[in-house]
């Protein structure tokens, strides 16, 4: 019913910063919690950054202050801006989606080096 797609993602080092897609496309009406997961290898998946359709947004504490999720309505995207890029944000990230279930992207890979 509803497909995220994922972009953005990529190599950068330490301290510097990246801009992830995610493109909502599909029965998409009533979508309205959408957010930033990601999963390090040997690691759960946790929350990075959430936001509502009226932009109440929820940020992990280990990225507060350094990362800035957005949404356009208009364009059916989502948006996660990293600065300020540690070695622990390497992971997978994945793009979801909330509507009576969830829904995930594919995922991108992000990789820090120091």
């Known amino acids: 019913q509803v497909q995220l797609v994922e972009s953005g993602g990529g190599l950068v080092q330490a301290g510097g910063s990246l801009r992830l897609s995610c493109a909502a496309s599909?029965?998409?009406?009533?979508?309205?919690?959408m957010g930033w997961y990601r999963q390090a290898p040997g690691r759960q998946r946790e929350l990075v950054a959430r936001?509502?359709?009226?932009?109440?947004?929820n940020y992990a504490d280990s990225v507060k202050g350094r990362f800035t999720i957005s949404r356009d309505n208009t364009k059916n995207m989502i948006y996660l801006q990293m600065n300020s890029l540690k070695a622990e944000d390497t992971a997978v990230y994945y793009c979801?989606?909330?509507?009576?279930?969830?829904?995930w992207g594919q995922g991108t890979q992000v990789t820090v080096s120091s």
């Open positions: 979801n989606a909330f509507r009576d279930t969830d829904y």
């Open positions: 599909g029965s998409i009406l009533g979508l309205y919690i």
């Open positions: 936001i509502t359709r009226l932009g109440i947004t």
